[in-house]
């Protein structure tokens, strides 16, 4: 994926549509240049009151479409089960 200005600062949202947080920056495979994962300020309530400044890395992978948000896939959804 090209890297694009505008993911900075995109809302996060889970499979529940629920707020994870925005997009505060990226980490790149420096061989292929392309985007590993994905570094989100945790957002909601405690972000607001300053109480949590913690992040979450999200793999690449676990991302189901870019848009005016960034919606993340279920853990299961690629899973078959037999």
Request: glycine share 8%; hydrophobic share 40%; net charge negative.
């Amino acid at each position: 994926m090209k890297v694009n200005q505008d993911v900075f600062g995109k809302e996060v949202l889970n499979t529940d549509g629920v707020i994870v947080g925005k997009v505060h920056d990226m980490e790149f495979d420096d061989e292929t240049r392309e985007i590993k994962s994905i570094i989100v300020k945790k957002g909601g309530l405690t972000n607001t009151l300053n109480i949590s400044k913690g992040e979450y890395v999200i793999p690449f992978d676990m991302i189901k479409a870019i848009g005016d948000k960034i919606l993340l896939k279920d853990a299961f959804e690629d899973d078959i089960l037999i």
